[in-house]
C-alpha cells in the first residue's frame, strides 16, 4: 500500500493579507515567487512538484518515502525505515541505510536556501523555495546555464527524480514535460488552487540525459508471463537491496498481495522516489498491464517486515481499498493470477493462502509496530474467485468438524455481505467526506467474543488493548479471512469458535455455510504448562553471527502467545532464521527454526523447540 504516515498537523504559514485564515491563491503565489527568484520556468517548477506531491503539502507530515511538503523534499531518518516498509526495526544496519545522500534533499537545499530543516519540513513555502533551489542548482550542474525554455530544463528535472537509473530517471522528467505540455489543474486537500496553463509547444531535450552519467537498470528484461503487458521501470535503489535470490540462500516462499491506494502511475513513481517503498510490480486496474520495477533476485521494501521482505515478492494493485473492489476488474485478476502462477512455478511456492497473502496478513515485526501495519488489499479483495484463477480453489462441501479439527473459512464473496464503516482517513480520493456505513460483498467474517451478535466483536490485543473491536472498515483484528485456516475451539447451535490471538473467538456459522474443513494440515500447541512467545521477524541468535557481521536484533511481541491448550495451524514448514547483509552480499542462516502460524488475522512466528506438532490429514464428523 502505497500510503502516508506521519506527525501533527501543522499551519500553513502563506497568509493573504489581513486574513486569518490562508489565501485560496497562496500555494501559486509561492511557485511564482520561488520561480522568479531562482529563475526556475514556471512550468517546470509546477510539473515537477505535481509529479512528486500534486501540489500537497501533507499538513507538515511527512509521506512514506520521507519527503515533505509540495516538492518533496526528503529527511530520512532511521526510524522511518524501522517503522516503514523497510520493516527494518532491530537491524544494525538502520543508521548505514539511512545515511544515503540521495534520501537527504532537505540538507542540499537547507544550504542553498540559508533556510533551516525545520522550516523546510513545515512551511510550504520554503518547501517550495527549497525545491526551486534544487532545479536550479541541478541545472548549473548538468547544462551549465540557465534557461528560460522549460524544455532545456530535462536533466535538472531527471536529476530531480533521485534515481540512479536512466530508465528511472527518464520516466520521471517524461511524465513531468506530459504534464507541462498538457496543463493540469487543481484544487488540494487544505483548499489551494493550483492552475498550470498547457504549453503543447515545449519541446523536451532529452539529449541532456547523457550529462547525467547514469548507468542503465542491470535488469531491462521483465519477469513476466507472455500473456501480460509487461515493462520494467526501475524502483529507487534505495527502496530495497541488491541480492541474488534464491541463488545466495535466501528462499522465496511468499507472494504479498497489495492495493496502491493510488493511481497506476502514482505508484510507480512513488516507487521511484528514493527512501520508501517498492514493490516488484505493480498491476493496472483497467487492463492488467504490468510494470516491474524490481527483479525477483533483490528484496523490494513492501511489506513493512524485513524477514517477510527478505522471502517474498511484492505485488501492488491499482486501486483502493474503501471502495468495495470496484477498482479490481476481471482483466487485473487474471492478470495477477498469471503472473502469480508463472512466479510460484519458478520459484516453488505453493498455490494457497498460506503462501500467497495479503499485505494485511504480514506480521508486525516489533511489538510497536503491530498497531500500524497496513490493511491493504482490505475486505474487497475476492480471495476465493483469485485462488480459483490460480487453479487452487478452496475445496470440499461447506461444514465443520469436531473440536480439535481445522476449517478454512470460506464465506463465499458476493453473498456475504458485511456492512462496515468507513471513514474519510480510510479513503485516500476524498469522496468518503463523513464515517459512513456501507453494505458490500466482502472477503471475511466478523469474530465475536460470544456465541452472539449482541456480544462485542473481539478486538486485536494491539489495536484495541483490554476493549472490544469495531466494524471499521481498518479493523483487522475483529475478522477471520477466506482462505485462513484455525482450530475448531467449541460449537454452539450456529455459532462455531475458533482459537484465535489467544482467544476463543466466536463467528456465525449456520451449517457451516462459512466454511470448509480441512485436510493436510500441521496443528502446533504448546510442549509444556506455560504460554509460547509469538515473534514478528526470524533472525538468528547474536551469538551465531560470524566476527564483522552486526546482529540483527528481535524480541517476542508482548500483547501475543499462544496458552497452553490453545491450537494454532502452521502455515509452513519451520524454517530456519536468517538474515542478509547487503553491502558483502552475506547470508547467516541460523541453527534454529521457526513455524509460520495463522495466530489472528496475521500470521506469527514461534520457535520450533517451543511447540509440538501434530499432523492432521484427516478430519471426523461434518455437519
Known sequence: MVALAGAAVLPLTA??????TPSKTARQDDFAAASKEFHVPLQVLLGVAYQ????????????????????????????????????????????????????????????????????????????????????????????????????????????????????????FADRVFSTVKHGARRTTQDGQRVNMTA???????????????????????????????????????????????????????????????????????????????????????????????????????????????????????????????????????EATADLVKYLAARFDIPLDRQHIIGHDNVAGPSSALVSGMHWDPGTS????????????PIKGAHGVGRVGSVVTIAPGFSSNRQTVQICPADDPTGDTTACTDKQQPSNFVFLYTEPS???????????????????????????????????????SGAWTAIWYSGAKVWFYNPLGRNT??????????????DPVAVY???????????????????????MYSVPAGQAYVATQPPAATDDFFPSSGAVVTGGKKMYTIQYNHRVGLVYESDVTATDLPALGHHS
Open 15 to 20: 497568509m493573504a493579507s489581513g486574513d486569518a
Open 381 to 392: 479483495w475476492d480471495w476465493e474467485h483469485f485462488m480459483k484463477l490460480l487453479g487452487a
Open 199 to 333: 504549453a503543447p509547444d515545449v519541446s523536451p531535450a532529452t539529449g541532456q540525459l547523457g550529462t547525467l552519467h547514469l548507468k542503465a537498470a542491470a535488469t531491462a528484461e521483465t519477469e513476466c508471463p507472455s500473456t501480460v503487458e509487461c515493462t520494467f521501470v526501475p524502483a529507487a535503489p534505495s527502496n530495497g537491496q541488491v541480492s541474488n535470490r534464491p541463488a545466495d540462500g535466501i528462499r522465496i516462499d511468499s507472494i504479498v498481495i497489495h492495493d496502491t491506494e493510488s493511481s497506476y502511475e502514482s505508484a510507480i513513481a512513488t516507487f521511484q522516489n528514493p527512501g520508501g517503498s517498492a514493490s516488484h510490480y505493480v498491476m493496472r486496474s483497467s487492463d492488467g498491464a504490468v510494470t516491474q520495477m524490481v527483479p525477483t533476485k533483490d528484496l523490494g521494501f513492501h511489506a513493512g517486515n524485513y524477514s517477510t521482505n527478505m522471502h517474498s515478492i511484492g505485488i501492488e494493485h491499482e486501486g483502493y481499498a474503501a471502495h468495495g473492489g470496484s477498482w479490481y476488474t476481471e482483466a487485473q485478476y
Open 52 to 171: 512528486e506531491s500534486a501540489w500537497e503539502d501533507h499538513a507538515g507530515r511527512y509521506s512514506t518515502n520521507g519527503g515533505y511538503g509540495p516538492m518533496h523534499l526528503t529527511d530520512v531518518t532511521p526510524e522511518m525505515l524501522a517503522g516503514g516498509d523497510a520493516g527494518a526495526v532491530g537491524r544494525a544496519d538502520l543508521k548505514t541505510l539511512a545515511a544515503d545522500p540521495a534520501l537527504h534533499t532537505v540538507e542540499a537545499a537547507a544550504r542553498l536556501t540559508g533556510l533551516s530543516a525545520e522550516e523546510l519540513h513545515k512551511d510550504p513555502a520554503a518547501n517550495i523555495r527549497g525545491g526551486a533551489a534544487l532545479l536550479a542548482s541541478y541545472q548549473k550542474a548538468t547544462v551549465g546555464a540557465e534557461s528560460s525554455d522549460p524544455g532545456k530544463w530535462y536533466a535538472a528535472v531527471a536529476r530531480y527524480s533521485g534515481s540512479a537509473h536512466q530508465q528511472g530517471a527518464a520516466a
Open 453 to 491: 451478535r449482541t456480544a462485542p466483536l473481539f478486538g486485536d490485543q494491539a489495536v484495541h488493548p483490554g476493549g472490544a473491536g469495531t466494524d471499521r472498515i481498518n479493523d483487522w483484528g475483529s475478522t477471520a479471512q477466506a482462505g485462513q485456516q484455525f482450530v475448531v475451539a467449541d460449537r
Open 536 to 558: 514478528g521477524s526470524s533472525y538468528p541468535d547474536a551469538a551465531e553471527y560470524p566476527a564483522g557481521l552486526s546482529p540483527s536484533t528481535q524480541a517476542p511481541l508482548s
Open 516 to 529: 470448509v474443513p480441512a485436510h493436510g494440515v500441521k496443528v502446533i500447541k504448546s510442549a509444556g504448562a
